[in-house]
């Protein structure tokens, strides 16, 4: 007999419209949809299509309606403050609305884009709120990205409006964000017709005059708003997020799709109920952020923890359990890279001790690979079940999960279990054949995408299409490689792009490739993501020096990294490159950049049959070995 699992899965892809138009009465709609999947633009399905409502009307003012008005909706933990605040349903609604209102002076209208750029307070989040509350699409940008990159997406939001704060708080600095966005501006094309800048004790910023608001007068000064309903079709956000060049990628998210799939995702993947407490140590520039701090919680009429610090340093490896214990977290959800760190500074334990940790049920894991004996060690230590789930900024929620709201199966490690339901996972071959159990191929998803998964990018359908649907006609490409097994296992193995995982975060190497050709003294360059034992990955930088440079390969060096940090920012973790005297290359002059990673992480390669000078790979192996990289590289197969 199928299990719950099983039966729900089929059921999913057996009668999409049914399945979800259930869901979807979990939601309060000022209209229903008069259909549930759009295919008149197919490959650009729509969800919904029709139906009119209010995403923060469902997050806040719903649930004050409905009974939780006094119940917490936000924690505000931040050990690098010394802060701890609690938000009722009631309160967060009144702040909103207010902020809202507040967007709504300087001109902001349903359809307008307001870019936030904010450090993790709760600002941030009840800014992300109001915005939906008047219809206003929101883009938030991760503090660690520098001006440039800010402006490049201020150049595709176009927002008329940004929210930001006098400064972040890192564990051993303060990030003066002002700075960074008045740099921005400046860089930038489009021009915001006002900022509002959130004055932390910390770093306070200096205004510009008629441009600048301070957030607490301006929010003083404002009238609550009500909310505006919108079609369930109408974008939510634009989350943008590293694509194969410098040009990052604008994730659409749609109102109706999301307000439905995040709330029955809390409940069947994540075994949560309503009314308890979540906690997600993420940040709210990233899509988990967006999702699982933010949207689905709050949808969900749980407590959700807005948690400003770090897994280790503010104060210790403990702090985690510390804020479970402290506000009765039933589950959690953080990056595997996280566990690392914890591990590394409390190997046996004795911190997790400490706290009585017996609300807490779950442990998620998500952002990248998470390895076996990462996830052994919680498991060991945690005694409860780890579950490591797989997903992308594009879509929005988990695509594989052991959904233990559903049913709990057995854990293989190594693998984030099965497709959620709503998501027809395949693997195929080069040729678009489907692969068999075991085979490593190119995973996809057969379209259409479920609820709450990107309808297309900002701005730029084509690219979208290019991008995710052109090669296998029929299918969403993830981008990532690995197979199924005999047991309908998904196992995510690598990226087929430039995309590289740095501490959980997503990095596009061909992006810091441009950034290190625009050096005057450099000819050519490429960069590979070598192995790291507690970010998972780090970027690696070869660089090959114009003939008759002055400058010394140090100091070259030197000012690379200086200027991959201020062009991407210090997230990008770039801090080593290493000066060669040529590139391995194939004959028709493509970088063997895969050859190079196995080499740095000594791992098994085979010589390229089309490599045009095999001496080559000896330099770089030489070099490698200098830099501290390839200690037990191997020779070719
Ligand atoms: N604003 C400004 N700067 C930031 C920043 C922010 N919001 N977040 C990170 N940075 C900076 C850091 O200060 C650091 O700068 P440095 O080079 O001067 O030291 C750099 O960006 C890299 O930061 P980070 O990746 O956080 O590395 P770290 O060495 O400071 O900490 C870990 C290592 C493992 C503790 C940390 O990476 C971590 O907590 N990872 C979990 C990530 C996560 O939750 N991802 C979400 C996906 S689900
Ligand atoms: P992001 O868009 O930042 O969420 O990054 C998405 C990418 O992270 C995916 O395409 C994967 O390469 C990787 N990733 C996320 N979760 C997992 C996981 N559980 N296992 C393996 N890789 C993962």
Not at 184 to 190: D, Q, S
Not at 351 to 375: H, M, N, Q, W
Not at 433 to 438: L, Q, R, S, T
């Amino acid at each position: 007999m199928a299990g719950r699992y099983e039966e729900t899965f089929r059921r999913s892809l057996a009668d999409k419209e049914r399945f979800w138009a259930e869901a979807a009465e979990a939601v309060r709609w000022e209209k229903r949809w008069d259909k549930v999947l759009d295919d008149s633009r197919a490959p650009f399905y729509r969800w919904f299509t029709g139906g009119r409502l209010n995403i923060c009307d469902n997050a806040l003012d719903r649930h004050v309606e409905g009974g939780r008005a006094e119940q917490a909706a936000l924690i505000y933990d931040s050990p690098v403050t010394g802060t701890k605040r609690s938000y009722t349903y009631r309160e967060l609604r009144d702040r909103v609305a207010r902020i809202a209102g507040g967007l709504r002076k300087l001109g902001v209208e349903r359809g307008d884009r307001v870019l936030i750029y904010m450090p993790m307070v709760p600002e941030a989040a009840m800014a992300m709120l109001a915005c939906a509350r008047i219809g206003a699409i929101h883009s938030v940008v991760f503090g660690g990205f520098a001006s440039a990159e800010l402006a490049t997406r201020i150049d595709d939001a176009k927002p008329k409006a940004i929210l930001s704060a006098s400064c972040g708080i890192e564990v051993q600095r303060i990030v003066p964000y002002k700075p960074l966005l008045d740099g921005a501006i400046e860089l930038a094309r489009w021009k915001p017709s006002a900022c509002v800048i959130l004055q932390r004790p910390q770093g306070k910023a200096a205004l510009t005059p008629g441009r600048d608001h301070d957030w607490e007068e301006w929010e003083a000064g404002a009238s609550p708003a009500d909310c505006v309903m919108v079609e369930a079709t109408d974008p939510l956000y634009i989350l943008y997020t590293s694509g194969t060049t410098g040009q990052p990628k604008g994730i659409v998210r749609d109102t109706g799709g999301y307000a439905v799939s995040l709330p029955w995702s809390m409940k069947n993947v994540y075994g949560v109920e309503q009314g308890e407490t979540w906690f997600t140590a993420s940040d709210v520039g990233w899509v988990v952020g967006h999702s699982y701090i933010v949207y689905a919680p709050l949808l969900h009429g749980c407590t959700s923890i807005l948690f400003e610090g770090k897994p280790v340093g503010t104060p210790d490896a403990g702090v985690f359990w510390r804020v479970i214990s402290e506000h009765g977290a039933v589950a959690f959800f953080t990056a595997p890279t996280a566990f690392r760190a914890i591990k590394r500074d409390d190997p046996d334990g004795a911190l997790i001790r400490k706290y009585d940790l017996s609300k807490f049920r779950t442990l998620f894991l998500a952002g990248e690979r998470a390895d076996p004996p990462t996830v052994q060690w919680a498991e060991e230590q945690l005694k409860v079940p780890v579950i490591d789930h797989w997903w992308q900024t594009e879509t929005g929620w988990p695509i594989c999960s052991n959904c233990v709201g559903l049913e709990r199966l057995p854990v293989k490690h190594g693998s984030p279990t099965k497709p959620v339901p709503g998501w027809d996972v395949r693997v195929l071959d080069p040729a678009g054949h489907e692969a068999k159990p075991g085979e490593i191929g190119a995973l996809v998803v057969k379209l259409p995408l479920p609820p709450g998964s990107l309808p297309t990018l900002w701005n730029a359908d084509e690219r979208y299409r290019k991008a995710y649907l052109d090669e296998y006609p029929g299918f969403y490409q993830t981008a990532d490689a690995g197979y199924i097994d005999e047991d309908g296992y998904v196992f995510v193995m690598t990226r087929t792009d430039d995309i590289i995982n740095v501490a959980g975060h997503r990095l596009s190497t061909g992006a810091m490739e441009e950034v290190l050709a625009a050096h005057p003294a450099v000819a050519e360059c490429a960069v590979i993501g070598v192995d790291d034992e507690l970010k998972g990955q780090v970027p690696l930088g070869f660089l090959v020096l114009k003939a008759g440079v002055k400058q010394s390969p140090e100091e070259v060096v030197r000012e690379s990294v200086q200027l991959v940090r201020e062009r991407i920012g210090p997230v990008a973790a770039f801090k080593t490159a290493i000066v060669v005297q040529r590139l391995p290359k194939t004959r028709s002059g493509k970088i063997l950049r895969g050859t190079m990673r196995a080499i740095a992480d000594s791992k098994e390669w085979k010589m390229p049959a089309t490599i045009d000078d095999p001496a080559i790979l000896g330099e770089i192996t030489t070099a490698l070995k200098a830099a501290g990289f390839a200690a037990n590289a191997k020779e070719p197969a």
